[in-house]
């Protein structure tokens, strides 16, 4: 980790409660946590624990209870471009078309500095990212989930964020269609370089995505409980991976962590 880019997405003793009336649940406790500009992020841990919290707080969707979130030294309180997120089921506007779901966004933050062919080009250039420029004019109705997600992420993307946040973007799709969006997304961090935080339940796609697994200790007050790092070269080829010792490895460490040492107990009401 170079000191110019320490800390670019800080995050410093962050606690999170929420209040419902007079009860008071404290959801994060202490997270701290210093993401480096290019950086690949997984976020494990079981069910309930706050992945999605941290995540929202990152996007600024929701605000810190305590502590303090800064991405370039800017504080995050309020949701932006530059923090763009997808989710598991994908949010298209079903009466849009694929291309002008992307538009939306595209318009959004590019209408002052892009001019009306450029943001086309922008827009057919991002779809192509995700290889979805053939479905175009379709509407997300008439396309399978995992092209939703694909257009989902051209339109996360095509905001250009300086941090994409991934919110267990493939949990819903069958495994193959996963494998293609794993490789689709790895592909995209290898050409765009840009940060990504993805918050995955697949021990396999955490180790294979990443390059640090942030492994998160059971709720309330969930903490993080170590961070690993997964120092396998890229390309990442998920064939050759299967039996590479340091994918063995750090797969066995994620699964003791979540498996042993932090089991999911059902909470007893
Ligand atoms: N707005 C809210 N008000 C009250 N409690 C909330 C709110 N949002 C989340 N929580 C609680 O915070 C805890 C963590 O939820 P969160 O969705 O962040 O977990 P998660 O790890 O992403 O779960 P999963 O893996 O099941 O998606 C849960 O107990 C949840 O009920």
């Known amino acids: 980790m170079t000191s110019t880019s320490a ?26 946590l210093t993401i480096d500009k290019g950086e690949f992020v997984s976020i494990i841990g079981h069910s309930g624990c706050g992945k999605s919290t941290l995540l929202n ?13 800064k991405l370039e030294g800017r504080e995050v309180n309020a949701p932006g471009p530059e923090r763009a997120v997808v989710f ?17 966004a595209v318009n959004k933050v590019f209408s ?33 989930g995992g092209m939703r997600q694909r257009v989902g992420i051209a339109r996360a993307l095509s905001m250009e964020p300086k941090v994409l946040l991934l919110d267990e973007p493939f949990g819903a799709l069958d495994a193959l269609t996963r494998a293609h969006l794993q ?33 998160m200790t059971n709720g309330p007050a969930a903490t ?4 690993l790092d997964v120092a396998i070269p890229r390309p990442r080829d998920r064939i050759a991976l299967a039996s590479h010792p340091d994918y063995v490895r750090a797969r066995e460490a994620v ?10 107990v059902e909470a007893a009401e």
């Open 7 to 32: 800390k670019y997405l800080h995050i410093d003793r962050v606690c999170k409660s929420f209040t419902n009336g007079s009860k008071v649940t404290d959801v994060l406790s202490d997270i701290r």
């Open 57 to 69: 707080l990152i996007a600024g969707l929701t605000d810190v209870t305590t502590g303090a979130l």
């Open 88 to 104: 598991q089921n994908h949010s298209l506007l079903p009466w849009l078309t694929v291309y002008d779901n992307v538009k939306l």
């Open 112 to 144: 002052a500095t892009k001019t009306r062919a450029e943001r086309h080009d922008w827009i057919l250039h991002n779809l192509d990212l995700v290889q979805m420029t053939h479905a175009a004019d379709k509407r997300p109705g008439e396309i399978s």
């Open 183 to 215: 490789d689709a997304v790895m592909d995209i961090h290898a050409r765009l370089g840009n940060t990504m935080i993805m918050i995955t339940h697949d021990v396999d796609e955490a180790v294979l995505l990443a390059d640090r697994i942030v492994m």
């Open 224 to 227: 993080i409980g170590e961070v």
């Open 255 to 264: 699964l003791r962590f979540l498996y042993e040492r932090h089991r999911f």
